[in-house]
């Protein structure tokens, strides 16, 4: 079964400040990776995701990851975070069974927290 | 676009009673829609598979008589939540899948219901 692990539970950052949020994953089969996240009392907005290619992956809002295959990693990362990146994000794989990327198997959440 | 809502966005019920939470794929048509639920602090539990026009597939530990799953179109789900007591106050949280480019299905999520059963 694959299944993910994210290493941090919170992270406090101040703003234009760089963040890395990390993600190790665990898998036998091909691997395919996301990253969502979620504003308060929201649902979940996919970032990015990886597939195949090239493993620096860009997302919305400024966000990229590095499908990184010897670590099994996916850390996710921004090089200056705004005030409006407070939210918690999910990294998240395809769960047992899961053809064509059906059900979803998230990590615990990571919640950033940008303080001016 | 690929746009899902969920419907209502909060409710309030009293124990006992039975709560209805629809979830909607405004844009695309969704053969297979996913119910999760979402506690304080904590991370998505996928509860079901939605399938359409077929019985609802349930994850272990999730009691089907007490969250009924139909999802009777390409555009819509409910998931009804009977006799509700307490501890099923939560946040809901649905996704549909869409075919994208690729031959693949990609999750879109709707905006969650929060649930306060008092």
């Known amino acids: 079964a694959q299944s993910v692990t994210q290493l941090d539970s919170q992270v406090p950052v101040f703003e234009e400040a760089p963040v890395e949020l990390r993600c190790n994953y665990s898998?036998?089969?091909?691997?395919?990776l996301f990253w969502y996240v979620q504003y308060p009392n929201q649902g979940l907005q996919l970032l990015l995701k990886?597939?195949?290619?090239?493993?620096l992956v860009k997302g919305i809002n400024g966000f990229e990851a590095e499908f990184n295959k010897s670590q099994t990693s996916f850390h996710l990362r921004k090089p200056s975070v705004h005030i409006s990146d407070t939210a918690e994000y999910f990294c998240?794989?395809?769960?047992?069974?899961?053809?064509?990327?059906?059900?979803?198997?998230f990590g615990q959440g990571t919640i950033l927290t940008v303080h001016p | 676009g690929a746009v899902v809502s969920q419907h209502p966005s909060r409710v309030i019920c009293k124990s006992g009673t039975s709560v209805k939470i629809e979830c909607r794929s405004l844009?695309?048509?969704?053969?297979?829609m996913f119910w999760y639920r979402q506690f304080p602090k904590k991370s998505l539990m996928l509860m079901a598979t939605?399938?359409?026009?077929?019985?609802?597939?349930?994850e272990q530990g999730v009691e089907k008589d007490k969250f009924l799953i139909n999802h009777a179109s390409l555009t819509l789900s409910t998931l009804t939540v009977t006799s509700a007591h307490p501890e099923d106050s939560s946040f809901y949280i649905c996704?549909?899948?869409?075919?994208?480019?690729?031959?693949?299905?990609?999750?879109?999520f709707g905006p969650g219901t929060r649930l306060t059963v008092t």
């Open positions: 996704s549909a899948n869409k075919l994208v480019a690729g031959g693949y299905y990609e999750q879109y």
């Open positions: 844009d695309f048509q969704a053969t297979t």
């Open positions: 939605s399938n359409e026009g077929s019985k609802a597939t349930y």
């Open positions: 990886y597939l195949s290619g090239s493993t």
């Open positions: 998240a794989v395809p769960g047992t069974g899961g053809t064509s990327y059906g059900k979803l198997t």
């Open positions: 898998s036998s089969v091909s691997v395919y």
